[in-house]
């Protein structure tokens, strides 16, 4: 066990520092996290940054424009990209201007309309930004136009099916979704009690407690990857299978 996992770096799998985060905007921050992490899941992603980065054509690709910034996505997991070492906290870490801008930037581009999705649908409406309001009171203007304009959207059984992209999810399962990748990608390397008694030793209790537990949260890994291969915002690589 120990000679399998030491191919696998604890940044590969223990998304803690992302989940402990709690300056704002923590919730951009986990949304960039899960999205950077699981699209480097998908092969043709990653040959598609390749083959840009290549050409040297980074612009225009919606929401992932911000992790084309990221010099080193999909090839290394992000807090190696970011160079964040063990064992510090995101509490012990100043979390610097650079990553928090491609978390907004990425967050931006949910709701550009010049943003290519595939099989999401979407509503184009044109709204005025008064130069006067604050950043409180403009949400607090575009949350009742929400509550007036689209009342049922988000609401389970009600509206347009839900996307179930990172940035529309609750912050619970994004969450979930990452410690689940963890285990998915330890369950390439080893046994389900294997993966515990390492974690156990790395984290001072196991990922995930019981065998069960370890096969549902790579099934749920598996599906929330199924979802960026079939349904996932447009990026010139998505719909293009590699087996």
Known sequence: MGAKAAYLDRAEWDFAFFLSMQEEPSDQRLFLCHLYEFTREIPHIREGVRELREQGKLEGHGIFSGLLKIKHWPELPLRAAIKYPYPQTAQ??????????????????????????????????????????????????????????????GKRGKGPRNAGIG?????????????????????????????????????????????????????????????????????????????
């Open 92 to 153: 012990q870490t100043d979390v610097n201007k650079p990553f928090k801008k491609l978390a907004d930037e990425i967050l931006a581009a949910v709701i550009d309309p010049g943003t290519n999705y595939s099989q999401t649908p979407r509503k184009v409406i044109e709204l005025a930004i008064p130069e006067m309001c604050s950043h409180e009171q403009l949400r607090a203007c575009f949350a009742a136009h929400l509550r007036l304009y689209f009342p049922t959207q």
């Open 167 to 243: 940035a529309g999810a609750p912050i619970r399962k994004i969450k979930q979704e990452l410690k689940a990748l963890g285990a998915y990608r330890l369950l390439r390397k080893m046994t389900a009690n294997e993966a515990s008694a390492y974690t156990e030793k790395l984290l001072s209790k196991p990922l995930f407690e019981s065998e069960k537990s370890w096969s549902e949260a790579k099934g749920r890994a598996k599906r929330r990857i199924e979802f960026y291969i079939k349904e996932a915002p447009g990026f010139p690589f998505f719909g293009r299978r590699v087996v």
